[in-house]
């Protein structure tokens, strides 16, 4: 037993391990705050998962839709598994949006964060393959306004980045860079956002009316005031496409370089990087198509600035244990 | 499980659950004089039933027809003044927020939350939702404030789970001004089963304003 005087009320007797449990409990720190936006996330993917439309063939159809484009090695098991859902389609989707429940669940329960994280990157590369034929990065189609290289890779990264552990040596500039160091930490991002520069540039996506066509798609089935917004920013794409692709890729590769400037420059950029994903997240992926009932996660912008958030300069140099 | 229909059951069942749960903590705080949240209690046990007979309309013919949409919404309204007017009251003690303001918020946002779900719908309601199977334009209105209620429930869980740890369990009270350090009164009913309730709801709500979308 263990006791603690309550003003007021006089003493309260506690229950000893329970006790020790609650002492030893710490308000959430910046890394902990982010651990859960990620378990919030997942959560959102799973109620999204159990959606009507989800236990339907219709899932497995939008699965095997993937497939095309990429190389037969690739494609073949995503057709598969497409296959399965298709077959299966209660008890498969009931397991996968169970599994993200149980994500969800794990990272915000204390006890089980290591386990629920370390799942969490196997079963995203898991989805990233079959469920988003690797985002589309081997069909020369991804594009950053489309969601490439597809948001479950970023859970993945997330995952790695926001793991509860300490690297030794000196203190981090920045809570991502607590668990891998910040050279890695720095390079990932790079890599991520250099990769979406990269996209941007494609030929499909570069052509006149690649940017209109493919925000012009997203728009169907939303609601109204979505669509005018979509239909908006096609309007002013139209015909625009190599121009709108150059400045998309120039703003996506000064974000990736940002992680290398001094504090200043790098909010600076990590603020752009925000504003970017923001517009990219309504724009371009209409809030994931979570509004047309079809939508199985909210798509790679909120995780975009998760991230971001993951990357702002501290103010004070993270020491571990805080 | 049956598909959709099934999960809506089981979520129904894991309500009726809570509320039960619920209505036995209002009676053991009178019977054994033991302290707890009346007011959340009550509301969990309201919004329990609510819920249930929204994701299964069969189980709560009193659902059905928008009279009763109605009546459920003037209930689920009062109880979001309640918990606003207790807010406000913890805001007016304190100048801030505080942890008591904290505490109500969430409630008084999961009430709004019925108010929205039961007005929002231009549908057959949210039970009818459900049983959509394929994609089809919302049947709410206002979907994206659905989305930000529901992400706000899931935020909610995943936060209210986190600090599980911190409700320690409480044995006794030992009176202050007991000379001989008597009990003031049974201690206070489990905070981190109503906390489990809380994430019970959260989900759950999360989910039926999802399928609304």
Redesign the interface.
């Known amino acids: ?1 263990s006791e603690a ?2 003003p007021g ?7 000893a391990p ?2 020790a ?5 710490r308000a ?1 720190d910046a890394r ?1 705050l982010l651990q ?2 990620l ?3 997942w ?2 993917d799973a ?2 998962q ?4 989800m ?2 063939k ?1 899932f497995g159809r939008m699965l095997a839709a993937t497939a095309p484009g990429n190389p037969a090695a690739v494609a073949h098991p995503i057709t598969w598994n497409a296959s399965l859902v298709e077959r299966h389609g ?2 498969v989707n ?1 397991l996968f949006a169970t599994v993200q ?1 149980l994500l ?2 794990g ?4 006890p089980a964060v290591k386990v629920a994280l370390g799942s969490s990157v196997a079963w995203a590369l898991g989805v990233w393959w079959f469920g988003e034929g690797l985002g589309g990065v081997l069909t020369g189609t991804a594009s950053p306004v489309t969601g490439a290289p597809g948001a479950v890779i970023i859970y993945a990264l997330l995952a790695v980045l926001l793991w509860p552990r300490d690297r030794g040596g000196a203190p981090a500039p920045f809570v991502a860079a607590r668990a891998v160091g910040a050279r890695a930490a720095r390079a990932l991002w790079a890599v991520l956002w250099g990769s979406l520069a990269y996209f941007a540039l494609l030929p499909a996506n570069r052509a006149p009316q690649a940017l209109h066509d493919m925000i012009s798609r997203m728009a169907a ?1 939303e ?1 109204g ?2 669509a005018s917004v979509q239909d908006g920013a096609a309007s002013l794409l139209a015909h625009h496409g190599l121009a709108a692709s150059v400045i998309l890729a120039a703003g996506l590769a000064a974000v990736a370089a940002g992680a290398y400037l001094p504090p200043p420059a790098a909010r600076a950029t990590l603020v752009l990087a925000i504003v970017m994903a923001a517009a990219i997240w309504v724009a371009g992926e209409a ?1 994931g198509g ?5 939508g199985t996660d909210p798509n790679s912008g909120p995780l975009l600035i998760l991230l971001a958030l993951a990357y702002w300069p501290a103010r004070n140099a993270l020491r571990p244990g805080r | ?4 229909a099934g ?1 809506a059951e089981t979520f129904a069942g894991f309500m009726i659950v809570t509320a039960v749960y619920c209505a036995s903590r209002l009676v053991i705080a009178r019977t054994q004089r033991r302290p707890t949240e009346h007011d959340v209690d009550l509301v969990h046990v309201v919004m329990g039933v609510a819920m249930a007979g929204m994701l299964v309309p069969r189980i709560g013919p009193l659902w059905r027809g928008s009279p009763w949409s109605g009546a459920w919404a003037l209930v689920f309204g009062a109880s979001t003044a309640w918990f606003a007017w207790r807010t406000v009251q913890a805001y007016r003690c304190t100048g801030r927020l505080g942890p008591a303001g904290r505490h109500h918020l969430p409630h008084l946002i999961m009430c709004g939350a019925m108010v929205y779900m039961l007005l929002a719908t231009s549908g057959p309601g949210p039970g009818g939702a ?9 049947v709410a209105r206002f ?2 404030l659905g ?1 930000i209620l ?2 706000f429930m ?2 909610y ?3 209210t ?18 000379p001989a ?1 008597g009990p ?1 009164g049974g ?1 206070p009913l489990s905070q981190r089963l109503a906390a489990c309730c809380n994430i019970a709801m959260g ?1 759950v709500m ?2 039926m304003l ?2 609304m ?1």
């Open positions: 037993m005087a309550v009320r006089g003493t309260v007797v506690r229950d329970a006790a449990a609650a002492d030893a409990w959430p902990r859960l936006a378990g919030a996330g959560l959102l109620i999204l159990y959606q009507s439309f236990f339907t219709a209660i008890a009931a429940l969800a669940l990272i915000a329960w204390r089935g609601p005031w979505l809030l979570i509004l047309t009932g079809a | 499980m049956a598909g959709p999960l459900l049983a959509m199977a394929a994609p089809a334009p919302s979907p994206l989305l529901a992400q899931a935020g869980a995943i936060w789970l986190d600090r599980l740890p911190a409700l320690a369990r409480v044995r006794a009270v030992v009176s202050a001004g007991s350090g003031a201690p989900i999360g989910y999802v399928t979308l």
